[in-house]
Nanobody
Framework: VQLQASGGGLVQAGDSLRLSCAAS????????MAWFRQAPGQEREFVAAVMGSGLTTSTANSVKGRFTISRDNAKNTVFLQMNRLKPEDTAFYHC????????????????WGQGTQVTVSS
């Protein structure tokens, strides 16, 4: 399984970005998909996750109300819509997949994408 993240970039505070993570190698429709982020010198942080059906999601308090995770199983792709971005959202964003329910712990995930950089200027 390979996960390819895209959509990052340099934006100003208040702007929006939409990240995508496309999976190849097998269908991940029965996997929980998640986004994590890691800023320089900090630990990897859970952002959001969505279960296989796409109907149930979990979002970190730090981004709740601004970020929305979704998935399109027909395209084997998960998305992260990020609105009202803040400078503290600056990080490298990774997508991940695991067979099972939600987890905020990175070691619980089986597959990882290479990540995409999001930089928010003030």
């Amino acid at each position: 399984v390979q996960l390819q993240a895209s959509g990052g970039g340099l934006v100003q505070a208040g702007d929006s970005l939409r990240l995508s993570c496309a999976a190849s190698g097998r269908s991940l429709s029965d996997y929980t998909m998640a986004w994590f982020r890691q800023a320089p010198g900090q630990e990897r942080e859970f952002v959001a996750a969505v279960m296989g059906s796409g109907l149930t999601t979990s979002t970190a308090n730090s981004v709740k109300g601004r970020f929305t995770i979704s998935r399109d199983n027909a395209k084997n792709t998960v998305f992260l819509q990020m609105n009202r971005l803040k400078p503290e959202d600056t990080a490298f964003y990774h997508c991940a997949a695991r067979r099972g329910g939600f987890s905020e712990r990175p070691p619980r995930y089986d597959y990882w994408g290479q990540g995409t950089q999001v930089t928010v200027s003030s």
